[in-house]
């Protein structure tokens, strides 16, 4: 260790013999800790509110889905599902039908999409355990589930046989010029409403797929989609080479973050808002350790004319103060860091901050990154902090020396 770093060690743990100084120093190391903690508190706050919000459309999404390149609709097989289900990385793979629909019920109307779903769809996305009121469908007649919003809004409730809910689309095809029906229409029992987020509760509607291939005169082999469940850490490239052979057509493979690629967007620029705040507030903070390092200049004077009399160099008394401005930096964020971190464990076990309004714990998740994120945060500006705090230092030295 050299004298430089042994000298600042020992300026950073003793007292000066002015109180001014003292309380200096201790207000600046308290403004790296507050700060530090403070950063990473909010991150792992928003991340905890990110997981949270993307929990329900997560709920509703595949890991992958599988659509034509061109086209609405595109032809699969029994056999290419297999074969695609088969693969090390499917853990299950499964057709769907997804079209837009008009929903009439007495004098009420609203347009819709309806999802078209196997028995199986349950392998993929655990819809039926979404269903807050009524039952799922039992995939044996004309049953649908629909969103709450959907139900609220055309006043709809389950299991009314009174009166039906009637989903229609345009016809395919038309027997003569004069037809005065264009659209093909079928009646529907409301088996069960399901919820998770308000723009998903009034856009789907869900009924099995010899329904859906019913209503929209689909041959047996035809669908708009289809929805993989996958293991984690699976390359999409690598999938799409290993699933297009099997399919007719080019394909495309969208992964659960392209399905909500807008949502995803406005998140990740409000954590990087969030982020450049704070770390706003960590350069606010920071100006303390300035001062405190432009004092300690000052309350050292007398000392440092010493050691240029025992052949101390000046740049040797420039690193002293160096590295005491990196020192309260780096012991601060320690510090700020394992406060911040034990608030954000101590939040997940045994809550004490909730919503307000509710009994639901405010959601934090705690990521190493953040903690990464943090001390790389707090190094670059403590650096150009202390720095800017010692600049001229050497100089000076020279002429205390002269003086």
């Known amino acids: 260790m050299t004298y430089s770093l042994q ?26 800790v507050i700060s530090t903690a403070s950063l990473f508190v909010v991150l792992s706050a928003f991340a905890g509110l990110k997981n949270f919000g993307l929990s329900f459309s997560e709920a509703f999404d595949p890991d992958f889905e599988i659509q034509p390149l061109s086209g609405k609709y595109f032809n699969v097989t029994q056999r290419a599902l297999f074969k695609i289900e088969s693969l090390p990385e499917v853990i299950a793979a499964v057709p769907e039908i997804e079209e837009k629909v008009f929903l009439s019920y007495k004098d009420k109307n609203q347009v819709a999409y309806l999802k078209a779903i196997p028995a199986e769809y349950s392998k993929v996305i655990k819809a039926n355990d979404l269903v807050v009121l009524g039952n799922w469908l039992t995939f044996k007649g004309s049953e649908v589930v629909l969103g709450f919003g959907i139900a609220g809004k055309m006043s709809i409730g389950v299991f009314d046989y009174n009166s039906f809910l009637n989903i229609s689309v345009p016809k395919k095809k038309k027997s003569s010029i004069l037809n005065q029906n264009p659209f093909n229409s079928n009646p529907a029992i409301v088996t069960g409403l399901y919820q998770v987020s308000e723009d998903l509760d009034k856009k789907y509607v869900f009924s099995s797929l010899s329904f859906g291939q019913d209503l929209l005169e689909l ?185």
């Open 7 to 32: 000298i600042a060690w020992r300026y950073f743990f003793s007292k000066s013999q002015q109180t001014v100084i003292n309380r200096i120093n201790a207000f600046a190391f308290f403004m790296v």
């Open 219 to 403: 041959p047996k082999n035809k669908y708009t989609s289809i929805v993989l469940k996958t293991f984690s850490q699976v390359d999409k490239e690598t999938l799409l080479k290993k699933i297009a052979p099997y399919l007719e057509g080019p394909i495309r493979l969208i992964s659960r973050e392209e399905q909500n690629l807008a949502l995803h967007k406005m998140l990740n620029v409000e954590n990087l808002m969030i982020y450049f705040i704070f770390t706003l507030v960590m350069i606010i903070a920071l100006f303390n350790v300035v001062g405190a390092l432009i004092m300690m200049v000052l309350d050292k004077k007398g000392q440092m004319k010493i050691l240029m009399a025992i052949g101390a160099q000046p740049k040797g008394i420039y690193k002293i103060f160096f590295n005491l401005g990196l020192m309260i930096c780096g012991f601060g964020g320690f510090i700020g860091v394992l406060l911040g971190g034990s608030l954000v464990l101590l939040q997940s076990v045994f809550p004490f901050i909730y919503v307000p309004g509710t009994y639901m714990a405010y959601p934090v998740f705690f990521e190493f990154k953040n903690i990464l994120i943090v001390f790389l945060t707090l190094f670059i500006l403590g650096l150009i902090s202390t720095a800017w705090a010692t600049r001229g230092l050497t100089k000076k030295v020279r002429d205390y020396a002269v003086s």
